[in-house]
């Protein structure tokens, strides 16, 4: 069976179920008490070795059985959960995840995870896994040794049973073992049936028949039947089934059964009716079974709703969804000149279908940020530990959408930004004590939406920004002029701090120190088209605020033209358009301002800026101006008209034209003109 069709979903399924795994582990060290957080943990790590075994990853499996079994322990009550299980937990996720980057990265997915392994044998032995390699080979003369299964029977199958008996029948439970690499487990299943119903009668499997013959199972499960043969015969014919690795037969005690039974009952809370409690009872147990046919079901219905779609083929799909809009944008230009009412009306029909054409590509692309912010809760309590800090990282509106690409960049410098709230941000215990705090430090990650731009948070209620101590910093370093810093605002100083080198920490550590991360932070961030802003209260926190727009590839501009040429300014960085009289520009510090609403505005005009060639002079008092803003700055451009909005199609400028000042791109119009989009944030800074 040729596997590599099926290797870019098992890498994506193996992700998710390991990203649920580290987040479900996380809620479990909160509420350690819970066994439905293990349940579902279990089910992650069930599918991800019922996957890895079917796919021919052996070690992956093999990792993945063991954590299964320390799950199920805990969830049974064999062991009771601590954090030094959660550790050695946590350190065999990690192993799965470097085992599946290295499958996803054409590797072969193996590595050695005997000392992680040993450490889970002897915790699901009940000892501490602290002296693993001491204790070794005893751990896995442990896994060795056969584990039985044993099923619960309902007071049907009980009377079944018991008849059986009185003809002259024994009962069997019999526990059957595939081998790891067994790719066809049902049909193993079908064949081990057929010979037990020639021998005698199934009662009952666990997991279930349909369950067995969707391979809705790990590698074991367990049948009782009713015949009259002798457990060695049993088992050697179902040892004469290929890929059957072991098979346990033992006699069952009805006595056993029903007493275990009988004590079932008589454990129901007394107040409530028997019979009702026993039922809801059994039910919940049947649903609480990680195989469970219903869950089954429910992916089953889940999967059919939706498909995974290469991201390479959406942008395919986006770039002819480009050209469209630049073929609509001329049939707009021509309906205009020709002034044709039936070509005016498909034209608008064209357009509104176009526009509901572009929301659905562009939602199709859009991602949650919690794919990146899924990843924090585990560092943070890492990092904590390392740096001896309590912190409480709250996640808000991780529902929030943004375009894949940016998605995709927008981690790195999330990550920088975390690492600094924590180590720079969030006092120790012991200082937090003395200043009044709790000793938990809570740092706040929050994303939403605003216009077309999402928003993205990082507020700690640590020790603040000290503007002094900034300043010093960067005097000492040559970043800013005594003079410059005499007459800079607190956000101005504290964005000195996304210089490159520029760092306060006392002293270097593994987490920060050397002046490297937030200069990357702010570069990325404005590659992207975004900004970042810094407030902070001395002893009373910071909060670092990300601007990022919605999407890179279409955006809404306000066109204009200077002499011959047309220049597109985006309407996120507009806040208004003016006409000013020549004779309102002033000079002040050698640059040209106006007064924009009690503001001093500098006035920046686009044709020297662009060196745009003159072909005639404008005789006119007045000057069209565009005012712009990024963060708290302001800046009016001059242009000779307004042409209006429209929505256009970013296009890059290719590898020739990489370092042009203040243009981010180019874009097509209607009538074939190419219009230079301009980068508002690089001309006022």
Do not use: W
């Not at 987040?23 to 509420?31: A, I, R, S, T």
């Not at 003809?167 to 193993?188: M, S």
């Not at 469970?292 to 939706?306: E, I, L, M, P, V």
């Not at 605002?489 to 964005?495: A, C, G, R």
Request: proline content about 2%; glycine content about 6%; overall charge negative.
């Amino acid at each position: 069976m040729d596997m590599n069709q099926y290797l870019e979903v098992f890498i994506e399924e193996s992700k998710e179920h390991l990203q649920a795994c580290n987040e479900q582990l996380l809620e479990l060290e909160k509420n350690p008490e819970d066994i439905a957080i293990v349940n579902e943990i279990f089910r992650s790590a069930h599918t991800l070795k019922g996957m890895s075994a079917t796919m021919g990853y052996e070690d992956l499996a093999k990792l993945t059985h063991q954590m299964e079994n320390v799950l199920d322990a805990i969830r049974n009550g064999k062991i009771k959960f601590n954090p030094e299980i959660l550790d050695v937990v946590f350190l065999a996720v990690d192993d799965l995840e470097a085992m599946v980057q290295s499958i996803a990265d054409g590797g072969d997915g193996k590595r050695d995870v005997s000392n992680v392994v040993a450490k889970l044998l002897l915790i699901e032995n009940g000892e501490s896994p602290a002296n693993a390699e001491a204790k070794k080979e005893v751990a896995v003369a442990i896994a060795e040794k056969p584990q039985a299964a044993k099923s619960e029977y309902d007071e049907f199958e009980l009377t079944v049973l018991q008849q059986s008996r009185d003809q002259g029948f024994e009962t069997y439970e019999i526990t059957v073992a595939l081998r790891d690499d067994c790719l066809l487990k049902a049909a193993r299943v079908f064949m081990i049936f057929e010979i037990l119903e020639k021998i005698g009668e199934v009662i009952k499997a666990n997991p279930s028949v349909d369950q067995l013959e969707e391979e809705n199972f790990d590698q074991e499960f367990t049948i009782t039947i009713v015949s009259k043969e002798s457990n060695h015969d049993i088992q050697k014919k179902i040892m004469k089934v290929s890929e059957v690795d072991r098979v346990d037969v033992n006699i069952i005690s009805l006595e056993n059964l029903r007493q275990y039974e009988e004590q079932e009952v008589t454990d129901v809370t007394p107040e409530k009716n028997n019979h009702v409690e026993i039922e809801n009872t059994s039910n919940e147990d049947q649903e609480s079974k990680p195989e469970d046919k219903k869950a089954a079901n429910t992916t089953k219905h889940s999967s059919s709703k939706t498909i995974r779609v290469n991201i390479e083929r959406l942008d395919i799909l986006l770039n002819l969804f480009e050209e469209l809009v630049i073929d609509r944008g001329r049939l707009e230009q021509i309906s205009r000149d020709l002034n044709n009412q039936e070509l005016h009306e498909t034209v608008e029909r064209m357009s509104r279908t176009t526009g509901d054409l572009q929301n659905i590509i562009l939602n199709m692309r859009m991602v949650p940020v919690e794919t990146v912010f899924n990843r924090f809760p585990r560092m943070v309590r890492q990092l904590a530990r390392d740096l001896n800090k309590k912190i409480d990282l709250e996640i808000i509106g991780a529902e929030t959408e943004l375009d894949r690409t940016v998605i995709d960049e927008i981690g790195d410098p999330l990550v920088h930004l975390i690492r600094n709230a924590l180590d720079h941000g969030v006092e120790t215990p012991e200082e937090r004590k003395a200043n009044g705090k709790s000793e938990v430090g809570t740092v706040v990650l929050k994303a939403y939406h605003s216009g077309n731009h999402v928003f993205i948070e990082i507020e700690d209620d640590g020790a603040g920004i000290s503007r002094d101590k900034v300043l010093s910093k960067a005097l000492s370093k040559g970043i800013v002029t005594e003079q410059a810093a005499a007459s800079m605002t607190d956000s101005q100083v504290y964005e000195l701090i996304l210089a490159s080198g520029f760092s306060t920490a006392d002293k270097i550590s593994a987490v920060s120190g050397r002046g490297v991360g937030l200069d990357v932070v702010k570069s990325t961030i404005e590659s992207l088209g975004g900004s970042i802003s810094i407030e902070s209260k001395l002893g009373q926190g910071s909060v670092f605020s990300i601007q990022l727009p919605l999407t890179l590839s279409i955006i809404s501009v306000m066109l204009t033209e200077i002499q011959q040429e047309k220049f597109a300014i985006p309407l996120s960085s507009i806040i208004e358009t003016a006409i000013v009289k020549k004779t309102d520009i002033l000079n002040a510090h050698n640059q040209q301002v106006i007064d924009f609403r009690g503001k001093v505005v500098p006035v920046l005009f686009l044709n020297e800026i662009f060196e745009v060639p003159v072909f005639e002079e404008l005789e006119d008092e007045f000057y069209s101006v565009v005012i712009v803003r990024k963060g708290d700055k302001m800046a009016g451009l001059v242009v000779d008209s307004f042409i209006g909005q429209q929505e256009v199609v970013l296009k890059s400028l290719g590898n020739y034209l990489t370092n042009v000042f203040a243009i981010s791109g180019a874009t097509i119009l209607g009538d074939g003109q190419v219009a230079l989009i301009v980068d508002c944030n690089a001309l006022i800074k």
